[in-house]
């Protein structure tokens, strides 16, 4: 079975521990694809804001914002199904934020990776920031 599989001794025992394995388990998928890590975790400062989980380079030169999403089933539609509106916008509104710093602005977008039952699926533009 899989790296997240709730049966195996060295299964994560809480949820934050399941989501810190899934997200490693995606930062490795990406890395393996040629993606640069530029940034984990990253959060706007104060409350309401949003989170980042892994900001990466392409090949290209291209800033992916990647929500890392884990699930242990599907019946409910899986991990990729649950990544809301309200999330995209929390996320959208943490990219704006981060891309403030920087001295020029790159091509953008959003990625999710979605581990379901182990099993990682990568979905490149998997949503747009409003204009």
């Not at 990466?56 to 914002?65: L, Q, Y």
């Not at 990729?80 to 020029?104: C, E, G, M």
Request: aromatic share 6%.
């Amino acid at each position: 079975m899989g790296l997240l599989s709730k049966n195996s001794p060295l299964a994560p025992a809480t949820t934050k521990q399941r989501g810190d394995a899934a997200e490693a388990l995606a930062l490795q998928h990406l890395q393996r694809a040629g993606l640069l890590l530029l940034q984990r975790n990253y959060r706007t400062p104060g409350r309401g804001g949003g989170e980042i989980d892994l900001i990466m380079r392409a090949p290209d030169g291209t800033c992916v914002f990647v929500e890392v999403r884990q699930r242990r089933s599907t019946s409910h539609g899986g991990a990729a199904a649950s990544v809301s509106i309200t999330k995209q916008r929390r996320i959208v509104f943490a990219a704006r934020h981060y891309l403030l710093r920087q001295a020029s602005l790159p091509p953008c977008r959003f990625d999710v990776v979605a581990v379901d039952s182990g099993a990682v699926q990568w979905i490149q533009g998997a949503f747009d920031a409003p204009t």
